[in-house]
């Protein structure tokens, strides 16, 4: 069986969650981790190569997973690997989405590749749930709550503020909030006021406190307008206490099938790695991407484009009779 040949772009927490991922998917190969430092500089036994000799292998690469942060890496790395490349990213900018779709299709489908973006958890699984139990129960109020957990894009967009060493961001959801919609009761939400952001930050020497707070504080698209806490800590107490990355979430749906029958529909996610899980979903959707591709199913996909079946390393008679 030829495997598909995977390129990973990026070696941070994502990176190397998919570097592990990919051992557990008998149909795939990792070809290379492609990083913009010195490629000897990596410690992996997987080939590293420099991202600026990527084009290189343009035929030898079946999809490439961006692994790079949602504020800076992927916006530019997309447009720019997209016309060489199949490609699938965890873009997760929520405001920014739409537009970013548009980008990556138009180049996409001018240089006949599949770009398949906003694969994660939220946006992605959690988009899918979001939509499936409003079409199921048409009315009804529907509630997205994270954590309690850390957030690898927010922690990232933390620590490229000037100033900072080290910094981490925990979302903390409102578990009255959650039992209230859990038993049926209306309530008045929004994701800021569901949510508190703690943030924990090393400073580096010398750096202002009180203005590194405050850019994180008002940073758009991931604090403000949150309920957001910042702490100094030492190097220390960061390293002892913040290396782990658990997370998770839930959806609910309040809904009704008749004026007097309701109906709550629910799924949630604990998970012990967040870039663990978030990189095994990646590497199940370039499975998908890479067969659209064969299918000349050329363009940009979100999680609502793409048949599930595809997903999957069954074939469609094995799903059939084992897993439906």
Not at 42 to 48: F, G, H, M, T
Not at 223 to 246: D, R, W
Request: charged content about 20%; some cysteine.
């Amino acid at each position: 069986m030829t495997k598909i040949k995977i390129g990973i772009v990026g070696y941070g927490n994502l990176g190397r969650g998919i570097e592990t991922a990919l051992t557990n998917s008998s149909d795939m190969e990792l070809f290379a981790i492609f990083t913009r430092r010195d490629p000897q500089t990596l410690v992996s036994d997987s080939r590293v190569e420099s991202y600026d000799d990527l084009i290189k292998f343009k035929n030898e690469i079946d999809v490439l997973i961006l692994a790079g942060g949602s504020q800076k890496d992927i916006p530019q790395q997309g447009p720019e690997l997209a016309a060489n490349f199949n490609t699938v990213d965890c873009f997760d900018t929520h405001s920014a989405i739409a537009d970013y779709f548009a980008e990556m299709n138009h180049i996409a489908l001018k240089y006949k590749h599949v770009s398949t973006i906003a694969i994660g958890w939220d946006p992605g699984l959690f988009s899918l749930q979001r939509m499936i139990s409003e079409a199921i129960l048409p009315i009804g109020n529907t509630y997205t709550f994270w954590g309690k957990g850390l957030s690898q894009g927010h922690s990232d967009a933390v620590r490229r503020v000037p100033g900072v060493k080290n910094g981490v961001q925990y979302t903390i959801p409102d578990q009255a909030m959650i039992s209230e919609i859990k038993a049926g009761i209306a309530v008045e939400y929004s994701s800021a006021k569901a949510h508190q952001r703690v943030v924990y930050v090393v400073a580096e020497p010398d750096a202002d406190q009180n203005e590194i707070a405050a850019q994180i504080k008002n940073m758009p698209d991931y604090f403000a307008p949150y309920q957001t806490e910042v702490n100094f800590i030492s190097q220390a107490e960061f390293l002892q206490n913040h290396q782990g990355m658990p997370h998770g979430g839930t959806v609910i749906r309040q809904g009704e099938t008749s004026p007097e029958t309701k109906a709550i529909f629910e799924f949630n996610l604990k998970l012990d790695s967040n870039p663990q899980y978030t990189a095994a979903i990646s590497v199940a959707f370039a499975r998908a991407t890479y067969r659209l591709f064969k299918a000349e199913q050329y363009g940009a996909k979100t999680i609502f484009d793409i048949p599930l079946g595809l997903l999957s390393n069954r074939d469609s008679e094995d799903l059939l009779n084992n897993i439906i």
